[in-house]
């Protein structure tokens, strides 16, 4: 299982940015499931790297529960 949430911590961005900021949205629970199942085995773990490239996720980002 993955945990994914958000707390808008007063930000007033609109829903889209929000979900992004805090890696809910989609791009992110796919990555979150490849990830999953790479840890499983059941994919290598190359394809969680080429998704990253693929999705445009910048893996430096800082983590948003911090930032």
Known sequence: MATLGTDGFGRSEGRASLRDFFEVDAKFIALATLHEL????????????KAIGELGINPEKWNPVVS
């Open 38 to 49: 790479a840890l499983d085995g059941k994919v290598e773990a190359s394809v969680v790297e």
